[in-house]
């Protein structure tokens, strides 16, 4: 009677600590990453990354004491398709996920222009991804920034 | 067993779907229809969606030491949120007053009450201002600006102090609320300007009573002497 109780509940547990993550990532918990990846399928075009990101992305970070922290940049560089506004911003906003409100979209039938600023609280911190679309160059950047350390480094 | 294994997916899948809670609508609750058809006619479309934490956000990036910043943070720090709708178009006719209607009409509660209602050109251009009031304070301002080729449309909401609402010009995609100011100061000019003018005029009115009691002093004193 025990063991009957015990197996469903193991496998309950299972389920949530297993498909409820892979879920959440598969409906665009993952932030830059998903939305690159999606952009890559949905466009056929390929992101160049950035070398030592990483390691700019630290320096950054010490450079305005923390203001700026984790910097996270995917450049797309022969983006040729041409992109409809509405579509691109109900693609970024599914896979950026819970939690991101979009601050400001500006998009232009002219030359191919998207811009879109999405915004996270984040405690005393705000995460922002901007994704821009100019022509045939589409540049995404995720940060972390704190507004109060970047104010004082600004200041400086 | 084989059931309440299915069951016991469909209750993680259940409870995994709840977590993906979609954000909070909008205030400014644009019929989304006509919506939908401004952006595809739209050569461009801005739009800017700052709630609360947005607006905090922005607040401190404001230095309390320059007294304009201090103003417009104090500004900020009163409001709930600013929503912005911007469609230009590359000709006139991509809009009708249809659309305008409906969008007016989308905000035509009972508490909101119209301030200013301006219409030029034989209804090519004009402008609404709608305020919401709550116990004789304004915490909200709905503004419908239609020009031939633009559309402008901005919601905010929270605690106004309409003599600042100009300084929001600063922030991002808000340049508009600029000539709100510009009015507002305009308006102050040309009441200046009149109370200059009734002055002069009074000035004008007292030397013209002086030259007239000159001119009585001056024939007096010519009756005298004949």
């Known amino acids: 009677m025990r063991r009957h109780f015990l197996i469903p509940l193991v496998c309950s547990l299972l389920l949530v600590v297993i498909v409820v993550p892979w879920i959440a990532h598969a409906a665009g918990g993952g932030g830059i990453d998903c939305v690159v990846s999606a952009i890559e399928r949905e466009y056929h075009v390929r992101a160049t990354r950035i070398p030592f990101m990483a390691l700019a992305s630290f320096i950054a970070g010490r450079a305005t004491h923390g203001g700026v922290a984790g910097v996270r940049v995917a450049e797309f560089e022969h983006f040729d398709k041409a992109a409809d506004g509405e579509e691109l911003n109900r693609m970024v906003a599914e896979k950026l996920g819970e939690g991101w409100q979009r601050m400001i979209r500006e998009t232009s039938r002219h030359g191919n222009e998207q811009a879109l600023i999405f915004a996270r609280p984040e405690g005393r911190r705000m995460g922002l991804f901007i994704l821009d679309l100019n022509g045939n160059e589409m540049g995404v950047v995720e940060v972390s920034v704190d507004p109060d350390h970047l104010n004082e480094t600004i200041g400086r | ?226």
């Open chain 2, 1 to 226: 067993m084989k059931e309440k294994m299915i069951g016991l997916i469909v209750g993680a899948l259940a409870l995994a779907g709840s977590a993906f809670a979609q954000n909070a609508p909008s205030p400014l609750m644009l019929p989304p229809q006509v919506e939908k058809e401004l952006a595809a006619r739209a050569a461009n479309v801005t739009e800017v969606t700052l709630n609360k934490d947005m607006l905090g956000f922005a607040s401190k990036f404001m230095n309390d030491n320059d007294k304009d910043q201090a103003q417009v943070n104090q500004l900020i720090q009163g409001l709930d949120g600013i929503y912005v709708r911007d469609y230009e178009f590359d000709k006139e006719g991509e809009y009708s007053m249809d659309d305008i209607e409906k969008l007016r009409q989308a905000i035509e509660t009972p508490e909101w009450t119209p301030m200013v209602r301006d219409r030029e050109r034989k209804g090519a251009e004009m402008t609404d201002v709608m305020v919401k009031s709550v116990n004789g304070e304004t915490k909200g301002m709905f503004i419908l600006s239609a020009e031939p080729k633009e559309l402008a449309i901005v919601l905010i909401l929270g605690n106004i102090r309409l003599d600042q609402l100009g300084q929001l010009g600063g922030l991002g995609g808000l340049g508009a609320l600029g000539s709100v100011d510009s009015n507002v100061r305009a308006e102050e000019k040309a009441k200046e300007a009149q109370k200059k003018a009734e002055e002069k005029a009074k000035e004008a009115q007292k030397a013209a009573e002086k030259a007239n009691e000159a001119q009585q002093k001056a024939q007096d004193a010519g009756k005298d002497t004949q």
